[in-house]
Antibody, heavy 119, light 107 residues
Framework: EVQLVESGGGLVQPGGSLRLSCAAS????????ISWVRQAPGKGLEWVSV???????HYADSVKGRFTISRDTSKNTVYLQMNSLRGDDTAVYYC?????????????WGQGTTVTVSS | EIVLTQSPATLSLSPGERATLSCRAS??????LAWYQQKPGQAPRLLIY???NRATGFPVRFSGSGSGTDFTLTISSLEPEDFAVYYC?????????FGGGTKVESK
């Protein structure tokens, strides 16, 4: 069974940093597109970032320069380092597998981890 | 980045009625568009891929159409379990983007 499990969320002050983790099982992060998608309270989905084979990386304009996505293949884990956090970064952060073959879409979602940016 | 505009924001309908949801892209995405269904407290679930292909587990009352910049999700006859929020996502250009969502609520 393919599973993504997020961790690392919590309460952080504006301007602070946090690192989220996404541990994968049933798939290998190095051969898949692994994304972060967030959802602010009562709001819609916002695509944040992706990492894929060959060190392909992309970011949403809203987080470029503040967030960094990376992976540790030995731990089969993807990370999202979030710096210079702001109130509008408050959200549930989902780790997700982007599939670009048959069933072109996000076909696996984690349960989400909550990030709250507040003083 | 490509902006997706969904309309209406809220659709108030009764079970058995037809729901028509729209997603418009700021530039062509060909047919590289997906739809997701999200229920309260749950992660989204892939519903439609490549604009018109139904994902595993969803019944035939769900259908998608469109190409280029204009897309439609249709639910032919609403069942109680269909009341949810629906999002479109373009998968043509990085960064990938989502629409703002349409909430289908029970009248």
């Amino acid at each position: 069974e393919v599973q993504l499990v997020e961790s690392g969320g919590g309460l952080v002050q504006p301007g602070g940093s946090l690192r989220l983790s996404c541990a994968a099982s049933g798939i290998t992060v190095i051969t898949n597109y692994i994304s972060w998608v967030r959802q602010a309270p009562g709001k819609g989905l916002e695509w944040v970032s992706v990492i894929y084979s060959g060190n392909g990386i992309h970011y949403a304009d809203s987080v470029k320069g503040r967030f960094t996505i990376s992976r540790d293949t030995s731990k089969n884990t993807v990370y999202l380092q979030m710096n210079s956090l702001r109130g509008d970064d408050t959200a549930v952060y989902y780790c997700a597998r982007e599939w670009f073959g048959e069933s072109n879409g996000i076909d696996v979602w984690g349960q989400g981890t909550t990030v709250t940016v507040s003083s | 980045e490509i902006v997706l505009t969904q309309s209406p924001a809220t659709l108030s309908l009764s079970p058995g009625e037809r729901a028509t949801l729209s997603c418009r892209a700021s530039q062509s995405v060909s047919t590289k568009l997906a739809w997701y269904q999200q229920k309260p407290g749950q992660a989204p679930r892939l519903l439609i891929y490549d604009a018109s292909n139904r994902a595993t587990g969803f019944p035939v009352r769900f259908s998608g159409s469109g190409s280029g910049t204009d897309f439609t999700l249709t639910i032919s006859s609403l069942e109680p379990e269909d009341f949810a929020v629906y999002y479109c996502q373009q998968r043509s250009n990085w960064p990938l983007t989502f629409g703002g969502g349409t909430k289908v609520e029970s009248k």
